[in-house]
């Protein structure tokens, strides 16, 4: 069948498309099934939603999320086939209307993606599907309310602020390092998917955006950090000539996001907490305690050539502005001084003319 993939069970298996999602296929032979999934009616009947109105209840799902809110219920799965280890490539989704009792269905077609992890609401008309690709990356897919594919972006998303995806980048898996890179791309941007012809197989994958985060002049706190890596570089390679699994690049430091990500659609302001992290170079003996609280603070989200941050310690923050709550620090008045009254002008303000 056209824009069908077969997945070699352990693949499945390893990936976690069956982990959450399996259970018994009642009222079916399950000898027709090679792997295990649930009934649609059986996954509806444990969130308490009803049935009624849905073309094909009795549909086999696999690899499927939820997202159940006080006036509407969403999921998005893939259909499972008899007799074969494969997935459909479509993700069928359906909408029910808590005040209406009502159903809508769609489905989108030849999607390169794996499982769906989670999905998400950024806006009442907006959902973000997430679909796992590998151990460390994934797509994002973003619907409106009509279920219709309206784009997608090469990572997560972080958030959805006047028609602007900002998202955080995938990483590659087994890495020397992982560091945070942060893009923008307009949610009406086309295309936003690019379609590419297998053989007899059509697959669709979502087309990159603007790198936002880090860019050139870095801030004091990115600079001081990433002279501490090259001075590690420098005298582990002096002992070591041949060196290790390394980048050796200072800029490519081991970085991740912490769990603070605030957005303010009043002042197109984000704020964003992370940490420099020394997990990956142990071996390199640099101290990092000092880095583990950096906050990251965008502006001008409405436009993606107006869009600058500041990248700084939390407690210069704090010192600087004062010690609010995270929110706070993106009131107008907070917005303007962070990026006006800067106490190190010439740098951490990084603009994507730069």
Same mark, same amino acid.
Request: overall charge negative; glycine content about 6%.
């Given at each position: 069948?056209?824009?069908?993939?077969?997945?070699?069970?352990?693949?499945?298996?390893?990936?976690?498309?069956? %982990?959450?999602?399996?259970?018994?296929?009642?009222?079916? &032979?399950? +000898?027709?099934?090679?792997? $295990?999934?649930?009934? #649609?009616? /059986?996954?509806?009947?444990k969130s308490d939603i009803p049935t009624k109105g849905?073309?094909?209840?009795?549909?086999?799902?696999?690899?499927?999320?939820?997202?159940?809110?006080?006036?509407?219920?969403?999921?998005?799965?893939?259909?499972?086939?008899?007799?074969?280890?494969?997935?459909?490539?479509?993700?069928?989704?359906?909408?029910?209307?808590?005040?209406?009792?009502?159903?809508?269905?769609?489905?989108?077609?030849?999607?390169?993606?794996?499982?769906?992890?989670?999905?998400?609401?950024?806006?009442?008309?907006?959902?973000?599907?997430?679909?796992?690709?590998?151990?460390?990356?994934? %797509?994002?897919v973003i619907i409106d309310k009509d279920l219709k &594919?309206? +784009?997608?972006?090469?990572? $997560?998303?972080?958030? #959805?602020? /006047?028609?602007?995806?900002?998202?955080?980048?995938?990483?590659?898996?087994?890495?020397?390092?992982?560091?945070?890179?942060?893009?923008?791309?307009?949610?009406?941007?086309?295309?936003?998917?690019?379609?590419?012809?297998?053989?007899?197989?059509?697959?669709?994958?979502?087309?990159?955006?603007?790198?936002?985060?880090?860019?050139?002049?870095?801030?004091?706190?990115?600079?001081?950090?990433?002279?501490?890596?090259?001075?590690?570089?420098?005298?582990?390679?002096?002992?070591?000539?041949?060196?290790?699994?390394?980048?050796?690049?200072?800029?490519?430091?081991n970085c991740y996001l912490k769990s603070k990500i605030?957005?303010?659609?009043?002042?197109?302001?984000?704020?964003?907490?992370?940490?420099?992290?020394?997990?990956?170079?142990?071996?390199?003996?640099?101290?990092?305690?000092?880095?583990?609280?950096?906050?990251?603070?965008?502006?001008?989200?409405?436009?993606?050539?107006?869009?600058?941050?500041?990248?700084?310690?939390?407690?210069?923050?704090?010192?600087?502005?004062?010690?609010?709550?995270?929110?706070?620090?993106?009131?107008?008045?907070?917005?303007?001084?962070?990026?006006?009254?800067?106490?190190?002008?010439?740098?951490?303000?990084?603009?994507?003319?730069?």
């Amino acid at each position: 069948m056209k824009g069908n993939i077969c997945l070699n069970i352990i693949i499945c298996s390893f990936l976690g498309f069956f %982990i959450e999602c399996a259970g018994d296929v009642k009222d079916e &032979n399950k +000898n027709n099934y090679l792997v $295990q999934g649930e009934l #649609l009616s /059986n996954v509806l009947e444990k969130s308490d939603i009803p049935t009624k109105g849905l073309k094909e209840p009795q549909m086999v799902i696999t690899s499927f999320s939820e997202l159940n809110n006080d006036d509407i219920y969403l999921i998005a799965y893939y259909k499972l086939q008899k007799g074969t280890m494969c997935l459909e490539r479509n993700i069928y989704l359906g909408l029910y209307d808590k005040k209406k009792n009502t159903w809508k269905e769609n489905n989108i077609k030849d999607i390169n993606g794996g499982s769906i992890t989670s999905i998400q609401r950024f806006e009442d008309n907006i959902f973000v599907l997430y679909l796992h690709s590998n151990p460390s990356a994934g %797509i994002s897919v973003i619907i409106d309310k009509d279920l219709k &594919n309206i +784009n997608g972006v090469p990572g $997560q998303v972080l958030c #959805l602020m /006047n028609d602007i995806i900002i998202f955080h980048g995938n990483e590659i898996h087994f890495a020397p390092t992982h560091y945070v890179q942060f893009f923008a791309k307009n949610l009406r941007q086309k295309p936003g998917w690019e379609t590419k012809n297998y053989g007899k197989q059509t697959i669709s994958e979502p087309t990159e955006g603007v790198k936002i985060f880090p860019k050139e002049p870095y801030g004091k706190a990115r600079e001081e950090f990433m002279a501490r890596v090259k001075t590690c570089y420098d005298k582990f390679l002096s002992t070591h000539p041949g060196g290790l699994n390394h980048y050796f690049d200072p800029e490519k430091f081991n970085c991740y996001l912490k769990s603070k990500i605030i957005c303010d659609n009043k002042t197109n302001s984000l704020y964003i907490e992370m940490a420099y992290d020394k997990e990956h170079f142990a071996e390199l003996d640099y101290p990092a305690e000092d880095f583990k609280d950096i906050v990251c603070i965008f502006s001008g989200l409405n436009k993606i050539e107006d869009i600058k941050y500041k990248e700084m310690k939390k407690e210069e923050l704090e010192k600087n502005h004062g010690k609010l709550d995270p929110k706070d620090y993106l009131k107008e008045e907070i917005i303007n001084n962070i990026f006006n009254k800067d106490p190190d002008p010439h740098k951490g303000t990084n603009t994507l003319q730069k």
